[in-house]
């Protein structure tokens, strides 16, 4: 009778099992979601992360979607946005102060001291040079056969309206002034890296973790995978000819990678490519590099030295990043050799 009563009790346990997994005994799985956008910073985006849920992760990735294309409204140069933006101080360059989102005057703070970090490299000021490029390199991609070179002598009057001195602004009034009528701003160096960061500190602040944004070129990691492991970030191979569409594969966490590249805009003219980045000294696009890749923790401050490091010299950027903390670099020259930072090296996967 014992025993009868024991298989009675082993049977009616195993029954109640699956009822009792299914009641909350087991821990959720965490799946990977990605969600991506094309409409942010004229690039492609995508926010990966893992949930339990995917649409809670859909309504996760929409919030900080949301948030970024605030960033990317403020931040244009090219359109009449709802909102106060770049444009709107642009248009009132010698004209009056304009009352802009504090986001906008911290944006402009912080490319001022990238500006001394890279001693003008990148020049946020340099918006009048840089729109005779653009100019010329809209109208070279619509009728390739008549692409012609802006006149220097545009490209040298233009010059002579980049002072960042001449960036007024007034942090108790919230207002940015331009002090030369015919300078404008240009903040292409910075702003998809600033932005990014601000994103990344809002995740943070918000509790979740295990989450990767990569704006274009732009890509930070907001802590780990859920089991523990870092974040794989390909670094995309500037011949674009090559069967290989990689250089390597970095292992990072908590960190920004920002990688640049000729390839990415160029117009050709008379067989010879031009591409986006202008050095400001030659006030012509730069050739010591096709790529360059920057990792550190802060993705604005990457940007920016993506940005400069294509105007100088291998031993100069290497002196440059050696004189900051937590900063590694990699550096791809037109003919294909690739030098790097002891610290890079040591990111990348075996």
Not at 220 to 226: D, L
Not at 295 to 316: H, K, Q, R, W
Request: hydrophobic share 40%.
């Amino acid at each position: 009778m014992l025993r009868k009563r024991v298989s009675l009790w082993l049977l009616l346990c195993l029954a109640l099992l699956p009822l009792l997994l299914l009641s909350g005994c087991v821990v959720p799985v965490e799946t990977q979601y990605k969600s991506t956008y094309l409409d942010l910073f004229d690039t492609v985006s995508q926010i990966v992360g893992y949930d339990t849920d995917q649409e809670a992760f859909v309504e996760f990735s929409g919030q900080v979607k949301a948030g970024l294309a605030e960033y990317h409204a403020l931040y244009d140069i090219y359109h009449d946005e709802a909102v106060v933006s770049i444009k709107t101080v642009n248009d009132n360059a010698g004209i009056q102060p304009v009352v802009v989102d504090r986001r906008i005057i911290d944006l402009l703070l912080e490319s001022r001291e990238i500006y001394d970090i890279t001693e003008g490299k990148t020049n946020i000021a340099l918006g009048a040079v840089l729109e005779i490029w653009h100019t010329y390199r809209e109208a070279g991609l619509e009728d390739p056969e008549n692409a012609e070179l802006p006149p220097m002598e545009a490209l040298e009057e233009a010059a002579n309206h980049v002072d960042i001195d001449d960036i007024i602004i007034d942090e108790e009034a919230s207002t940015v002034y331009l002090r030369d009528p015919l300078m404008s701003l240009d903040v292409g160096a910075v702003a998809k890296g600033f932005a990014a960061e601000r994103a990344a500190e809002s995740i943070e602040a918000s509790g979740r973790t295990g989450v990767l944004l990569s704006i274009g070129g732009n890509v930070r990691a907001i802590g780990v995978k859920p089991d523990g492991s870092a974040w794989n970030v390909a670094i995309q191979n500037p011949d674009l000819e090559s069967d290989q569409t990689s250089l390597f594969t970095l292992s990072i966490d908590n960190l920004s990678v920002v990688t640049s590249g000729s390839y990415q805009r160029y117009y050709t003219v008379d067989g010879v490519k031009y591409n986006h980045i202008i050095d400001p000294e030659t006030l012509m696009p730069t050739t010591y590099f096709i790529g360059i890749s920057v990792v550190t923790a802060d993705s604005g401050l990457a940007d920016g030295l993506s940005t400069a490091l294509f105007c100088i010299p291998l031993e100069e950027g290497r002196a440059l990043v050696a004189s900051l903390d937590g900063v590694e670099a990699c550096w791809v020259e037109p003919d294909g050799t690739i030098e790097m930072t002891d610290g890079f090296q040591a990111l990348i996967q075996p």
